[in-house]
């Protein structure tokens, strides 16, 4: 089963918040992940709530790349539930920005997951991870065929300025089903 928690949009009548976020429930055979956690923990959590989904079921999280509409829920769900796992790619720490009327405002890790490099709940890896039984990490994304998820507004700081963000944090999930 496959629930979208958090999304720009929400089914009328469900009573869910929307943001401009993603946050998907995800059901294997062998446990529940959330890929992603939305831009707020509010919304997350109420959310969460509102679909009648257990924070304290999710055995892991998976988060996609690490910005902030992606990242904010972390810390609410990993406050609320302290037996969670999280991967997540290794260069998710880098700082990454977005160039909106001239000014680079960081749309990176929010500031409150800077403890969460120490946390030992936290795998990080650029190689394909399987976080459940037949529920795999991608690994870094390296071949970019499409334009899909680029940014020329998406920079990162470097030794000599500016840089295009080359978003390496990106992974996605592979899910082993009989079909």
Known sequence: RIVCVVNDTALEGKNLLVEHALSIWIEAQRGIV???TGETGNVLMHNLDALGLDPAAIQA?????????HTGG???????????KVF???DIFQERFSRRKGKYESVGLPPDLAALSIDSRLSLSDQPVEVLPGLWTTGEIVSRPEFEGRSVKH???????????????DLSLVIKTER
């Open 34 to 36: 959330l890929l992603d």
């Open 61 to 69: 999280v998976v988060i996609s790349h690490s910005h902030i509409d």
């Open 74 to 84: 972390l810390a609410a769900l990993l406050h609320t539930n302290a037996n969670v």
């Open 88 to 90: 997540a790619h290794p």
């Open 155 to 169: 920079f990162i700081r470097g030794d000599s300025g500016w840089l295009p963000d080359p978003y390496r944090d």
